[in-house]
């Protein structure tokens, strides 16, 4: 799939540099097919374009042919139907197929190429179509392992049947090897028993120390006489993933690159305190191979650096390649992934002077599509640039523009039901450079993908009624236009394991279901892209799928950070001078993310400081009402805050005023009252005694 998602600008400096004036260096050759997949005996038909400049042109030599590596190719008859337009016609011969390891489904590759001719400036294309295995083959073998999928520690059975003219034959002899898809490249020769005519079986026991999603790959031979022949098939190693380990690789400079790597578990939550240790080869041309291996620890946002340093390159290498395979563990939990990337030279440079502006994308049939080349070397707006755009069997659009002032090289044509390949060239600095690319019709009728979330699971349903077995290869990549291959840079990339940055997903049935988990420290505010490609794990710049068959599907989506939520605890919110009130912020969060620094502002002028620690405490010296603000930061930089409000209270002879003054004012009540009752008391005299009176009653006495 690197070609599907890393679509490499390829620089190429044709012929001589004596042309006639009427001609440059630019001529491209464009080979269709309408028919990918035929049977021996068919006929093949194929068309081939010529042009200079964007325009058609009569070469002055083409040919067209069937590359039989290693032998010398079969050229095909050519016949000319326009200015610039050939087409040829084949019979395919069994002689054709060579000597290729096929598969259990019979498919051969099958490589054609075309070329012309131009003032002396040859351009070549080579197309790769797929060739049913003839049968009965006159002495053949077939192998099936059964299940197709297996975990570490599983058994796999093979049976392998031997035929000759069709019918079933006893071999002289049956082997049946097992290889591994990893490094370090295990095989194993299995104990083959003979159960009939014809028919052998053997077992084989996957390793219980495997803890990388690999492939196997089972190949059957077998000989009778002096004929010799193989067959193979392949069984995957399903392993439940115990960590998402994602990459960023900085080169600064050719003996020094920087690595690094973030781990999280199966929810996303970063994983502190794993062990990393990785093993690398750096690779370049010419003849030059250094390993080499480094280790840590991550920390608590589960992130580890490691730097490589390489001091005996060669003075000038080119093709720098650095594969990688690490180890994670922690505790008891292990897993191995593996990773790629180009490391920048004088020809990776010039190489990447044009690109495909977010290197896959898919669109509707009948829509009108823009695409956008980038240029990245230097190139005055103006400069005359080819561009080119076709599917299997026909061209699309042609011509000749020019890089705009924004450094793009652009054009447009309404997208078919069917894979459309694109090519732009323009001569920058003194290079001829070339761009490649390829885009996609939408399928959402068989490709469901749900909600994608930072930290959370993203459901991909793929279904394909009648089929009766998927594969996939799902990924989320930077949809990062400001470099030239996705495979290099410092943007973050997911590792699987032999897929490198491509998780593979596949089922017996007609659909398949695969959750990805997208971990917390992914960087936010970015624009992504997720590719769900069905058909296989790996396509070659000419064996692009059939879309109908194994659809694609792509969404570009924008993930944008999400703020953080500040919480705290206050122990007290009411308190006086000198008292001491703490604040907990623990249960501060980050919904896509983690909290990394916390700021307590206690409202008083007191300087203000981030730290580690969710914890602070504080003594205020003077009465009053204070806001107390907390802020938190989270891992990608945002920043959220809360407040509260804390009272200080003075305080009397070291009394709470607000309890100090109520009891003096209560006091003072109960003083008074007992002063008013001793004056009421002070004010009551006693009544005087009067004798009897000797006055008589009124009347007189009686």
């Known amino acids: 799939m690197a070609a599907l998602v890393a679509l490499t600008a390829v620089l190429v400096i044709l012929g001589a540099t004596d042309l006639s004036s009427a001609l440059t260096e ?13 049977r021996v005996g068919d006929s093949l038909s194929l068309t081939v374009y010529v042009y200079h400049r964007g ?12 590359d039989e590596y290693p032998n010398a190719p079969r050229l095909l008859n050519v016949t000319r139907v326009s200015v610039g337009t050939f087409t040829s016609q084949a019979q395919i011969l069994v002689s054709d197929l060579g000597t290729y390891p096929v598969n259990a489904a019979g498919d051969l590759p099958f490589d054609l190429f075309a070329n012309a001719t131009v003032a002396n400036v040859t351009d070549e294309e080579y197309l790769t179509v797929n060739v049913i295995r003839p049968a009965p083959l006159p002495f053949e073998v077939s192998v099936i392992a059964s299940p197709s999928e297996v975990v570490a520690g599983g058994v796999v059975n093979v049976s392998v049947t031997v035929r000759r003219n069709g019918s079933l034959q006893d071999a002289d002899a049956v082997w049946v090897n097992v290889s591994s898809s990893v490094k370090p490249y295990q095989s194993t020769s299995l104990v083959v028993q003979h159960v009939g005519l014809g028919s052998y079986r053997a077992a084989y026991r996957v390793p219980t120390d495997i803890h990388d999603i690999e492939s196997l790959w089972v190949l059957a031979e077998a000989t009778l006489g002096t004929n010799t022949t193989f067959n193979s098939t392949t069984v995957i190693v399903k392993l439940t993933p115990v960590f998402n380990v994602w990459y960023s690789l900085d080169f600064a400079n050719r003996t020094r690159y920087d690595i690094r790597l973030h781990v999280a578990n199966e929810t996303g939550w970063p ?61 008891e939990q292990r897993q191995d992934v593996a990773g790629f990337a180009f490391a920048p030279s004088v020809e990776a440079d010039a190489a990447s002077g044009i690109y495909l502006d977010g290197s896959s994308q898919t669109y509707a049939p ?25 599917t299997a069997d026909r061209v699309l659009a042609a011509g000749e523009t020019y890089v705009d ?72 990549l930077p949809y990062n236009t400001s470099e030239p291959f ?59 799928p059939d879309p109908a068959t194994n659809p694609v599907y792509t969404r570009v989506v924008y993930i944008a950070n999400q703020l953080p939520a500040a919480r705290g605890v206050l122990s007290v919110n009411d308190l006086v001078p000198g008292e001491t009130a703490a604040i907990d912020l623990s249960r501060s969060s980050d919904p896509d993310g983690l909290i990394t620094a916390y700021e307590v502002d206690w409202g008083d002028g007191t300087p203000t400081h981030w730290t580690a620690d969710p914890t602070a405490d504080h003594a205020y ?27 200080v209270e003075s305080t009397v002879l070291g009394v709470r005023s607000s309890v100090f003054w109520p009891v003096m004012g209560m006091l003072g009540v109960a003083l008074l009252a007992v002063a008013i009752i001793l004056v009421q008391r002070r004010r009551r005299k006693p009544e005087a005694s009067v004798p009897p009176s000797d006055v008589p009653p009124p009347g007189g006495p009686r």
């Open 55 to 66: 325009v058609l042109v009569d070469p002055s030599n083409v040919n067209v042919g069937v």
């Open 405 to 476: 002032p924004a450094m793009h090289i652009g054009f447009d044509f309404i997208m078919p039901a069917e894979v459309v390949y694109l090519r732009v060239s323009a001569n920058l600095s003194g290079y001829w450079i070339y761009g490649r690319g390829a885009i996609f019709p939408t399928n959402t009728s068989a490709i469901h993908v749900g909600p994608i979330a930072i930290g959370g699971t993203t459901p991909i349903t793929v279904s394909l009624p009648g089929r009766s077995g998927i594969a996939a290869s799902i990924a989320l």
């Open 366 to 390: 009948g829509e009108e599509v823009f695409v956008n080349f980038t240029v990245t070397l230097w190139a005055a707006p103006g400069t005359p640039a080819q561009f080119y755009a076709y």
């Open 26 to 38: 630019d001529v491209e050759v464009i080979l269709t097919a309408p028919v990918r997949t035929y």
């Open 271 to 331: 994983v502190a305190g794993a062990d990393v240790n990785l093993t690398y080869e750096l690779t370049c041309y010419p003849n030059c191979s250094i390993e080499g291996s480094a280790n840590g620890t991550t920390d608590a946002l589960g992130a580890v650096s490691l730097t490589l340093l390489h001091t005996n390159l060669p003075i000038d290498p080119s093709d720098l390649a650095l594969p990688f395979r690490a180890t994670v563990t922690k505790d």
């Open 486 to 544: 996705l495979l290099s840079g410092s943007s973050w990339y997911p590792l699987g394991g032999a897929g490198l940055y491509w998780d593979g997903a596949s089922s017996s049935g007609s659909t398949l279901t695969y959750n990805l988990t997208l971990p917390r420290f992914l960087p936010k505010d970015q624009t992504y892209i997720l590719v769900v490609q069905t058909g296989g794990l790996y396509f070659g710049s000419y064996g692009w």
């Open 621 to 647: 010296r003077s009465a009053g009402l204070y806001v107390v603000t907390v802020r938190v930061t989270d891992d990608s930089g945002a920043t959220n805050s809360t407040a509260y409000a804390v009272r």
